[in-house]
């Protein structure tokens, strides 16, 4: 019995026991990364960094003429940006001098026809003054003609 219970110890060990498996396991794969895997990966890393250097060195003066070009476009951009804004100032300026020529042309209109009936009135004033001397000269030259009148009858 000895035996059999000896037996069925080693079978149940081996069948539920997993423990002297995984240690072979996890030692067998410690080993091949340590081995295979730590040199392939430095190898990898170091081609990485050859790639990222000679990238560098490639794009660096590209990078450097697409920057020069686009810097030169964004100045174009902006000389026709500023082109723009000063014509549209141009415009408000022009418009805004041509509102106020049009005013001062509306104010110089009112001065002008007040300045024409100014005018009209003392034009009737002088008028009538002259009538006035025109009646008074009359009437000095009638009172003169009657005067040598009587000087010559007599």
């Known amino acids: ?4 219970a000896k037996d069925v110890g080693d079978i149940q060990s081996r069948l539920l026991d997993h423990r002297p498996v995984i240690n ?7 080993r091949e990364f340590e081995e ?8 990898l890393l170091e081609n990485l960094d050859k790639m990222v250097v000679e990238t560098n060195e490639q794009m660096v003066p590209t990078n450097l003429e697409d920057i020069t070009k686009q810097l030169s476009d964004v ?12 014509r549209v100032q141009q415009r408000e300026l022009e418009a805004q001098q041509s509102a106020q020529l049009q005013a001062n042309m509306e104010q110089l209109k009112g001065e002008w026809a007040e300045f024409l009936k ?4 003392l034009k009737e004033e002088v008028d009538e003054e002259h009538a006035k001397a025109v009646g008074q000269l ?3 030259y009638n009172e003169k003609k009657k005067e040598l009148a009587q000087f010559s009858f007599v």
């Open 1 to 4: 019995m000895d035996k059999i």
């Open 24 to 30: 072979a396991e996890i030692r067998y794969f410690v």
């Open 36 to 43: 295979k895997r730590g040199h392939r990966e430095g190898r």
């Open 75 to 86: 100045v174009k951009r902006l000389d026709a940006a500023n082109h723009m804004a000063e």
């Open 118 to 121: 100014e005018q009209q009135r």
């Open 138 to 140: 009359s009437a000095k």
